[in-house]
């Protein structure tokens, strides 16, 4: 039996009990590590599963699909995918080699960003067609993706942009002389993907032919790492996008361009962002005001409290100062009742938990 096992989207405890059991018992395990990437080394899988996985590079699924599927009849092999095995990847190939070969298959789903996506808080109802975004070269702008997203915004509808990843690849030059010498892996990053996008409607609009279906100020969020411990979440207007990598952080990255019908309930949650942002910001000020004519009109000294509220996935920094002789009992109850429905507020948001709100 040939086993597509998925294997979730950030670490080695997002596979499902179903898929643990078959690569448990599986004579070989194969890891397909190219269409996309978990957040943690092969070593911590194995060390997981407890057994060795096979990594699996484009060339080896795409040229030696035999050597996986061998002996497949008789014996249970696992082939293990990041996201859902049919998630925005299809590995027809493999499947259709595995069902001349007479293998009977089995697909253990999973999570995908497909579906993770709905973490942004846009409803997964209002998406259109998914498009993907391949890095730019200086002669190869491939522009496909720009009519999809008419095509989607036409009728209103959110577009999720995937972005390139370049693991194992060769340059132009090392491929033309037959060198088997691989550049380090390479991650598009929403600020890249924003650029592009915005580079393409230019070209179009120079070209004088079809543009008009986004620009710098048009509505996007960036999402990082999504289903990891370190998620982020950034919207913005694609402009902005262009430089909010350093806030999102490392790979993996995707980018949702909102549709121009937005649910309310869509528009409700990136509200409640907003009074994250409020709460973050203005409360530590509030406080900090009010111990400053606490202090002048008493002539104390003023404690400053640094707080650091390492949340799942946000550091956020408050200076909160207290007047020296005031925190009595009904100070302290007061403080403590306010810091907290700022922590609260700052968990409980998804559509930005962990990341900030930029317009
Ligand atoms: C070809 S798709 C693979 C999808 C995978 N099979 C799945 O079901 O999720 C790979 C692209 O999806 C996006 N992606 C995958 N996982 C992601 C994550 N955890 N956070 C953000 N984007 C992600 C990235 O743009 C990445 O380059």
New binding site residues.
């Given amino acids: 039996m040939l086993y597509l096992v ?1 294997l979730g ?2 670490d080695e405890t997002d596979i499902t009990v179903k898929g643990l059991e078959i690569v448990k018992k599986a004579s070989r395990v194969y890891l397909e590590a190219y ?2 990437i978990l957040l943690v080394e092969k070593e911590i899988l194995e060390k997981y599963y407890g057994r060795e996985v096979i990594l699996a590079d484009r060339e080896m699924v795409e040229s030696s699909s035999d050597d996986i599927l061998h002996d497949a009849q008789n014996v249970d092999v696992a082939f293990l ?5 049919f ?3 299809t590995h027809t190939d493999l499947v259709l080699r595995a069902r001349t070969l007479q293998i009977p298959i089995q697909t253990i789903p999973n999570a ?3 579906s ?1 996506i709905g973490s942004t808080g846009l409803q997964l109802y209002n998406f259109g067609q998914t498009v ?1 975004m391949v890095f730019f070269t200086e002669t190869w702008k491939p522009a496909s993706f720009h009519d999809r997203i008419r095509e989607n915004r036409d009728i209103g509808l959110h577009t999720l942009v ?4 370049k693991v194992k690849e060769q340059s132009l030059e090392n491929m033309a002389r037959g060198r088997m010498i691989y550049e380090p892996p390479r ?2 990053t929403v600020g890249q993907c924003a650029q592009q996008m915005l580079e393409v409607e230019e070209i179009k609009s120079a070209e004088g032919e079809g543009a008009g279906v986004y620009g710098p100020e048009s509505l996007a969020v960036g ?6 411990r370190t ?1 982020k979440f950034v919207s913005g207007t694609l402009k902005e996008l262009c430089d909010a990598d350093d806030v999102l952080g490392g790979p ?3 980018l949702v361009l909102l549709g121009r019908r937005t649910h309310e309930l869509e528009s409700e949650c990136s509200a409640g962002a907003y009074a994250t942002m409020l709460s973050t910001a203005i409360l530590p000020l509030l406080w900090i005001l009010h111990s400053s004519i606490a202090f002048a009109k008493r002539g104390t000294n003023v404690a400053v409290f640094i707080v650091m509220c390492i949340t799942n996935t946000y550091p956020g920094i408050g200076f909160i100062c207290l007047p020296k002789r005031t925190p009595n009992s009904r100070w302290r109850l007061t403080f403590s009742a306010l810091l907290d429905l700022w922590l609260t507020k700052l968990r409980r948001t998804p559509a930005t938990d962990g990341g900030r709100v930029m317009g």
């Fill in positions: 998925g989207l950030s269409t996309s995918v990041v996201g859902d095995p998630g925005a990847t995908s960003i497909m993770a993907s995937l972005l390139d990843i991650y598009m999402a990082a790492r999504v289903g990891g998620e993996l990255h995707s």
